[in-house]
């Protein structure tokens, strides 16, 4: 114990900068334990608490502002690389796009105590043309709430932390077994869930050209367009002929639709994950003539299929940002 305190003295506040800037450049590393620890610190050096702080802001916004960048240069495409590396790419896009919906640029204040949303929310902002001096102002401000909370946290049960820590140094080995068990437990239940989807998705997916050989039948089939408004506003473009979806109205939106209609959803998120979301749920309600578009459509404009345009959104994306797009 005394060994493990003498180095969270000296180098406790250099690896709280290490470890929140790796999980900002989007590393699964746990960094919430280390927080609490030096907020307990804190208690016996003030001075300790206050770097630990300081450099905690410093890394986070060193990490939000790579991301930041790359949203600028790539748009809406950075955030299909975070998600694919994600354990839950399921949801990780729209639930970003849904808080900003929400929030709006406020979102990066709350952004660090949402899983997943704090490492997607600085490409979003950048995706969506934030100015880099609003930006820096709502990081900072969120990285300080973040960072200033847990160590705060740390601080008022640091009697208890310490107690935490003597049981651990008393277990040892046990201790470290049962951690990494969870973890591992926790690592294969997300796993599980991809596969799921996945085998659910290569059941009833669809590609392009097959798409567009349906679409010169007799019966035309349904097509849903399950992105977000948001990625409508970035990407006014849609498949001809396809229909607006909300998965949360979803009910509204097939109202009347005969079971046995043949319909295809797509989207522009990782894996389909969206579409094939919505493709689950109309299975679960009975229909079962339903799609999911392989590639959505990125792959359709790929294979030089036609597609229409919504009208301009660029009000909402000011009205997202509280000012106007640059």
Same mark, same amino acid.
Request: with cysteine; hydrophobic share 50%; proline share 4%.
């Given at each position: 114990?005394?060994?493990?305190?003498?180095?969270?003295?000296?180098?406790?506040?250099?690896? *709280?900068?290490?470890?929140?800037?790796?999980?900002?450049?989007?590393?699964?590393?746990? *960094?919430?334990?280390?927080?609490?620890?030096?907020? +307990?610190?804190?208690?016996?050096?003030?001075?300790?608490?206050?770097?630990?702080?300081?450099?905690? =802001?410093?890394? +986070?916004?060193?990490?939000?502002?790579? $991301?930041?960048?790359?949203?600028?240069?790539?748009?809406?495409?950075?955030?299909?690389?975070?998600? &694919? =590396?994600?354990?839950?790419?399921?949801?990780?896009?729209?639930?970003?796009?849904?808080?900003?919906?929400?929030?709006?640029?406020?979102?990066?204040?709350?952004?660090?105590?949402?899983?997943?949303?704090?490492?997607?929310?600085?490409?979003?902002?950048?995706?969506?043309?934030?100015?880099?001096?609003?930006?820096?102002?709502?990081?900072?401000?969120?990285?300080?709430?973040?960072?200033?909370?847990?160590?705060? *946290?740390?601080?008022?049960?640091?009697?208890?932390?310490?107690?935490?820590?003597?049981?651990? #140094?008393?277990?040892?080995?046990? #201790?470290?077994?049962?951690?990494?068990?969870?973890?591992?437990?926790?690592?294969?239940? &997300?796993? $599980?869930?991809?596969?799921?989807?996945?085998?659910?998705?290569?059941?009833?997916?669809?590609?392009?050209?097959?798409?567009?050989?349906?679409?010169?039948?007799?019966?035309?089939?349904?097509?849903?367009?399950?992105?977000?408004?948001? *990625?409508?506003?970035?990407?006014?473009?849609?498949?001809?002929?396809?229909?607006?979806?909300?998965?949360?109205?979803?009910?509204?939106?097939?109202?009347?639709?005969?079971?046995?209609?043949?319909?295809?959803?797509?989207?522009?998120?990782?894996?389909? #994950?969206? #579409?094939?979301?919505?493709? &689950? %749920?109309?299975?679960?309600?009975?229909?079962?003539?339903?799609?999911?578009?392989?590639?959505?459509?990125?792959?359709? &404009?790929?294979?030089?299929?036609?597609? !229409?345009?919504? !009208?301009?959104? %660029?009000?909402?994306?000011?009205?997202?940002?509280?000012?106007?797009?640059?």
């Amino acid at each position: 114990m005394t060994t493990l305190f003498a180095l969270l003295t000296e180098y406790g506040a250099l690896g *709280v900068f290490l470890v929140v800037l790796l999980v900002q450049l989007g590393l699964p590393i746990p *960094v919430l334990p280390l927080l609490l620890l030096m907020g +307990s610190l804190a208690m016996v050096d003030p001075q300790l608490g206050l770097t630990a702080l300081l450099l905690a =802001i410093v890394a +986070s916004l060193l990490g939000d502002f790579v $991301w930041y960048s790359a949203g600028r240069r790539y748009g809406h495409r950075i955030l299909h690389l975070l998600c &694919r =590396i994600s354990l839950s790419p399921d949801s990780c896009v729209r639930q970003s796009e849904t808080n900003f919906n929400r929030w709006g640029v406020a979102t990066l204040v709350i952004a660090k105590f949402i899983p997943g949303l704090a490492t997607l929310a600085p490409p979003l902002a950048g995706a969506l043309g934030l100015r880099r001096s609003s930006f820096f102002i709502f990081s900072t401000a969120g990285a300080a709430l973040w960072a200033g909370t847990w160590l705060i *946290v740390g601080a008022i049960f640091y009697q208890q932390i310490n107690i935490v820590l003597v049981t651990m #140094a008393k277990f040892g080995k046990i #201790a470290i077994f049962v951690i990494l068990l969870f973890l591992i437990t926790y690592v294969i239940f &997300r796993w $599980w869930q991809r596969y799921r989807i996945k085998r659910f998705a290569l059941q009833t997916r669809i590609t392009p050209k097959e798409l567009a050989e349906l679409l010169n039948q007799e019966q035309l089939p349904l097509i849903f367009d399950a992105r977000s408004s948001l *990625v409508k506003s970035l990407d006014l473009a849609r498949i001809t002929g396809a229909r607006a979806l909300d998965p949360k109205a979803l009910a509204e939106t097939i109202t009347d639709i005969p079971f046995d209609q043949v319909m295809v959803v797509y989207c522009s998120c990782p894996n389909d #994950a969206s #579409a094939v979301q919505v493709a &689950r %749920e109309l299975k679960r309600r009975g229909y079962t003539q339903v799609r999911s578009l392989h590639g959505g459509i990125d792959a359709w &404009r790929a294979e030089g299929f036609s597609v !229409e345009y919504y !009208e301009s959104h %660029e009000h909402q994306i000011a009205h997202i940002l509280n000012q106007d797009t640059p």
